[in-house]
């Protein structure tokens, strides 16, 4: 879905499976499973690409292109976008990380942009941060969308669950 409102198939969830040491306080192992009562029709199968899971020694380099997706609010002023938003992000090292927010888990990564001009904001939480293998090679799940401080502020990145520690568990 491109444009709010405009979904070509709606899923229902069977079930879904949070991680059993989720931290609702700190936020780590910030993630969850959504189980479908039906397999996606082969209908959709022109518009759905897949994106790989990082094996638990993935790494990510700053030659990566790295995307954040999602329908949450363009800035803290809280304006809801009617077309999926898009930013290209860079993926920050675990130092950088604490020196924003202090103790951050092995679990949860940093991506931004250091102006802050580019960051997730609230309502683009659970979505997907997206990394390209250099030289157009495959696309990876890096992160998915978990915390942060405001949206889009200077040296303030937004804070992602790290995919490659839950592989196993997925």
Same mark, same amino acid.
């Given at each position: 879905m491109l444009t709010q409102n405009s979904a070509k198939h709606v899923a229902e969830i069977q079930r879904i499976v949070v991680h059993e040491y989720y931290n609702a306080y700190t936020f780590d192992y910030d993630i969850a499973l959504l189980q479908l009562k039906k397999p996606w029709p082969a209908s959709l199968n022109p518009l759905v690409q897949p994106v790989c899971l990082p094996p638990p020694s993935h790494t990510v380099t700053h030659s990566h292109r790295c995307w954040v997706t999602g329908w949450g609010y363009r800035s803290e002023e809280k304006v809801l976008p009617s077309v999926l938003q898009k930013a290209e992000v860079s993926i920050m090292s675990q130092t950088e990380c604490k020196k924003s927010y202090g103790p951050v888990s092995s679990r949860m990564l940093c991506a931004g942009v250091s102006s802050g001009e580019r960051d997730a904001?609230?309502?683009? @939480?659970?979505?997907?941060? @997206?990394c390209q293998a250099p030289g157009g090679g495959r696309w990876f799940l890096i992160g998915i969308v978990s915390w942060g401080a405001g949206c889009g502020r200077p040296n303030l990145p937004g804070v992602y669950t790290r995919v490659n520690k839950f592989t196993s568990w997925i």
């Open positions: 904001c609230r309502g683009d @939480s659970g979505g997907p941060l @997206s």
